[in-house]
């Protein structure tokens, strides 16, 4: 496997912020309280103190979340490590889609590890990898399915709150439905067993999603962390009920829109009460009504007391927004990065001013790798097309030009055309002035009419170049198929399965070692070759 990396600009992927946050813009530095580098990262460990009450809540309930799987090996080695005064974490979180999702799932995962032991080393203090899931996420239809190959397997069902407490009713004829899509050989055999060990109708989709994540990263020591977890819940209490009765996160977060809007729209909106409240089949907004709290969809209506002493008693029961969600991640782990992906790194930048507020440590936001994979062929016919790598990014009109071009050896540019016509008529409209000003204004739409009439001849020109070039740019057709199957990023569609199918655990090594959460580039993935 061989790597070559590309700009975040040149892929032409990504939004404006991503790119600035890769460059190092001055304006972001605002936005965050330590810059997203390894010098930042030192800092944040540094300045990082975490309360020993929270230390050992934290270190019992994942030692109570894990009961039922063997955790004798890193894992378990590494929720002691967490009950040490000086370990410290990096976490990474996403929601809990089918069979870990699209690929940049597991691309975080795997940075996640990477960047911990890399700290390990840098700090010479434990640094876990954290997995946190996003089991109180309720929308089903964005986790519900996953892409292999090119077929999209789908667990149906419908909308019934909070994602992670989801029976899997069903599950078996999913299973059913992938056996033939994984192929054949051993690696593909073990990969069907491990599947129905964790995929089972007796679990919800919290525990399957442990048990399967724990299966492929857990030799890493990849620690998996379920905040819907009363006893972690209790440690957010005071915030929540902050956030109750001041409203604090739309106070703080719009101050940071306001100065954000200047460049960028804002990726989440603060609403007045930032919670939600859960119940069998629902996650609700809580709402402020005159001076009673109502939760919607049909939930329960408490006095400001009420509510004050459900939350005392119910911790469980209260769940937090995106722009909470970080905030509680941070009450209860001695974190100093969060690896995200681009909209992810956008929200982020909405909350320096929440952080402090609630008085809590931000830690250090860092943008997760990008990748994609090219096959052997494809590659040996984009050597043979002419192109680099980063060709492959370009607009579609503007590379099916480009390989026309090259290919046949044709020049169809007309700019030399057009600078002698402008020339001319220039020379022309010298010629008609002299003679009668009036003249001039003819003179101009003359020129506009045999420009147009240039462009239009050049346009017929590359259409012609193309048709007969339709079997390189075929080819290329053929290429961006794979790269950007439906035109997007391959990373948001593709699940990570028929890998781990050919290959076996193997292909997540080499992945660990080709993608460096430093290394702020977009990375190709070749077959074969040397990394470049």
Same mark, same amino acid.
């Given at each position: ?18 790119? /600035?946050?890769?460059?190092? *813009? ?26 020993? *009450?929270?230390? $050992? ?12 799987? /063997?955790? $004798? ?12 005064? &000086? ?39 434990? =640094? =876990? ?7 109180? /996420? ?5 986790? &519900?399915?996953?892409?292999?190959? #090119? ?9 019934? @709150? ?27 055999? =073990? ?39 009363? #006893? ?51 996650? $609700?907004?809580?709402?402020? &009504? ?6 919607? /969809? ?11 002493? &459900? ?13 909470? %969600? ?13 690896? @995200? ?38 590659? @040996? ?63 101009? $739409? ?16 590359? %259409? ?27 990373? %948001? ?10 290959? @076996? ?28």
């Amino acid at each position: 496997m061989s790597a070559h990396r590309i700009s975040y600009a040149a892929s032409q992927r990504f939004t404006q912020l991503v790119q /600035d946050q890769v460059a190092r *813009d001055p304006f972001l530095d605002d936005f965050q309280l330590f810059p997203p580098t390894l010098e930042g990262l030192k800092q944040a460990a540094s300045k990082r103190a975490f309360p020993a *009450d929270h230390r $050992s809540v934290l270190v019992k309930a994942l030692r109570r979340q894990y009961e039922g799987l /063997d955790i $004798s090996g890193a894992v378990g080695e590494n929720i002691d490590r967490l009950a040490r005064t &000086d370990a410290l974490t990096v976490t990474t979180g996403h929601q809990l889609c089918l069979f870990t999702g699209p690929m940049y799932v597991p691309f975080k995962l795997l940075n996640a590890i990477r960047l911990a032991r890399t700290l390990t080393e840098e700090l010479k203090r434990p =640094v =876990v990898p954290i997995f946190w899931m996003a089991t109180e /996420d309720h929308d089903r239809a964005e986790i &519900d399915h996953a892409w292999i190959g #090119e077929k999209k397997v789908v667990w149906p069902g419908a909308n019934n @709150g909070a994602v992670g407490r989801l029976q899997l009713k069903g599950i078996e004829q999913v299973l059913t439905q992938l056996d033939p899509l994984l192929g054949v050989g051993a690696e593909a055999d =073990v990969l069907r067993a491990e599947l129905r060990r964790c995929y089972r109708p007796d679990f919800t989709l919290a525990q399957a999603t442990r048990r399967f994540v724990h299966a492929l990263f857990g030799r890493y020591g990849l620690v998996v962390i379920d905040g819907d977890d009363r #006893e972690l819940k209790k440690l957010f209490v005071p915030v929540m009920r902050e956030e109750l009765l001041n409203g604090i996160a739309q106070r703080s977060v719009g101050y940071a829109d306001e100065r954000l809007k200047e460049r960028y729209p804002a990726q989440a909106h603060a609403r007045p009460i930032n919670l939600f409240h859960l119940r069998p089949g629902h996650r $609700s907004r809580i709402e402020a &009504d005159g001076d009673h709290y109502q939760v919607v /969809d049909g939930g329960p209506r408490f006095t400001a007391d009420e509510l004050l002493l &459900d939350l005392e008693l119910r911790p469980q029961d209260y769940s937090p927004n995106v722009l909470l %969600r970080p905030v509680y991640q941070e009450v209860i782990l001695p974190n100093i990065a969060y690896i @995200g992906g681009g909209g992810e790194l956008a929200y982020w930048m909405q909350l320096k001013w929440l952080f402090q507020s609630v008085q809590v440590p931000m830690p250090v936001v860092l943008l997760r790798t990008s990748a994609a994979f090219l096959s052997a062929k494809h590659d @040996g016919q984009r050597l043979e097309l002419g192109l680099g790598i980063e060709d492959l990014f370009r607009p579609a009109h503007e590379l099916n030009n480009l390989v026309a071009h090259r290919t046949s050896g044709t020049d169809t540019s007309l700019v030399e055309a057009q600078q002698e016509l402008d020339a001319f008529f220039q020379r022309l409209r010298q010629r008609a002035s002299a003679i009668d000003p009036s003249l001039a204004a003819s003179t101009e $739409s003359a020129a506009v009419r045999a420009q147009r009439m240039l462009t239009k001849l050049q346009g017929k020109m590359d %259409r012609a170049l193309r048709r007969r070039e339709a079997v390189h740019l075929e080819r290329l057709q053929n290429i961006l198929a794979e790269l950007f199957p439906n035109g997007g990023l391959q990373e %948001r569609r593709d699940n990570v399965l028929p890998m781990l199918a050919a290959e @076996g655990p193997a292909v997540l090594d080499r992945l660990m070692q080709e993608l460096d959460p430093l290394d702020v580039r977009f990375t190709v993935l070749v077959e074969g070759g040397a990394s470049a």
